[in-house]
């Protein structure tokens, strides 16, 4: 079965001023109607370096605040190379530009129960509705988790690209986990131990929303919490990210080289309602090709997730069942109660 894929409807659409009618959305999504326009978001920015111009207690203070109130923020001075990140957008954009069969080489198999390889669809969405992008995923840690079937062999750097990034990433992810720990009154070390400590599987996603003659009427992603712990994310400097704040969508201004990090399910959960998982979507571009490149740090699927111990009481009882990441995600995807 040939699957449509969104960079070909765009390649076809772009002399038009229409869009496929799966890809237009309902008025009370659409973005044109449902953005707060002429005001960007200027979301928590945190400065994680560590090198004294910010003493620990502050920035987890700051990181705590941002994970309550917006379940979101930006990090700065997180470690990561400038010249890494190039390169893992570079590969990624090389990757998209290639001629289609070569990328159908890497295409998600029709009967694969996991999310990684090259695709377009992601789940069951209301009236057969679609979002105006492309994706690759495939997972990048622990090496025990790796499967190369679905890292492209072209551009030739890919893999030295993405093996280099997932090394960078995996001490921002440990600094974050801890500063989010202390941010509860938990020790350090807590929070990560509790969504599994290192054998926290880390998933990329390379999502690609080509040009849309209809940005008014189109979104990339349909709004939505991760269900992973957390998601570090990389844009291209096209904007797009939207979050959903005092009942309005607004586009999040981008900061140059800081990461935007995500509050996903499972903090949320494991906090019992203190940090909240971010409600956001993506808007498309009627010009440009606009990129981003989440991590989403997943506990294996058996391991079971609640409400930390530390954290329910009398006074605070658990607002969330414990339960197996799998089972989660099932309901989750299908849309059922948890």
């Not at 988790?145 to 090394?167: G, L």
Request: glycine share 6%; charged share 25%.
């Amino acid at each position: 079965m040939e699957v449509e894929r969104v960079q070909s409807i765009a390649y076809l659409s772009k002399c038009m001023d229409t869009i496929p009618v799966e890809f237009i959305r309902a008025e009370n999504e659409q973005p044109a109607i449902t953005s707060v326009h002429g005001e960007v978001l200027e979301v928590p920015v945190v400065n994680i370096g560590g090198d004294g111009s910010e003493d620990e207690e502050n920035v987890v203070r700051l990181v705590a605040e941002a994970a309550s109130k917006w379940g979101l923020f930006q990090v700065v001075n997180h470690g990561i190379p400038d010249e890494v990140i190039e390169n893992l957008q570079r590969v990624g954009k090389e990757f998209f530009e290639l001629p289609q069969e070569e990328k159908e080489v890497f295409a998600k198999p029709l009967d694969s129960k996991s999310v990684e390889g090259y695709g377009t669809k992601l789940q069951k969405e209301v009236e057969g509705k679609k979002g105006w992008v492309d994706h690759l995923f495939h997972k990048i840690w622990p090496p025990s988790a790796i499967n190369y079937q679905f890292w492209p062999k072209n551009p030739p750097s890919y893999r030295e690209a993405n093996e280099e990034y997932a090394e960078k990433l995996r001490a921002v992810a440990d600094k974050l986990f801890k500063l989010l720990s202390l941010g509860l009154g938990l020790e350090g070390h807590e929070m990560k131990e509790a969504v599994g400590g290192d054998d926290l599987i880390y998933l990329l996603k390379i999502n690609y929303y080509p040009p849309c003659p209809r940005p008014d009427l189109a979104l990339g992603v349909v709004a939505h919490t991760d269900m992973s712990t957390l998601t570090i994310l990389v844009p291209n400097e096209v904007p797009g990210l939207q979050v959903f704040k005092d009942d309005h969508w607004y586009d999040v201004k981008y900061i140059p080289n800081a990461l935007i990090i995500h509050i996903g399910d499972q903090i949320e959960i494991l906090s019992n309602g203190k940090y909240k998982a971010v409600y956001h979507r993506s808007t498309v571009n009627k010009e440009t090709t606009r990129m981003s490149w989440p991590v989403f740090l997943e506990p294996s699927p058996e391991l079971e997730v609640g409400p930390h111990p530390k954290l329910v009481g009398d006074d605070n009882p658990p607002k969330y069942k414990t339960k197996k990441y799998k089972e989660y995600v099932y309901c989750k995807l299908n849309k059922l109660p948890q």
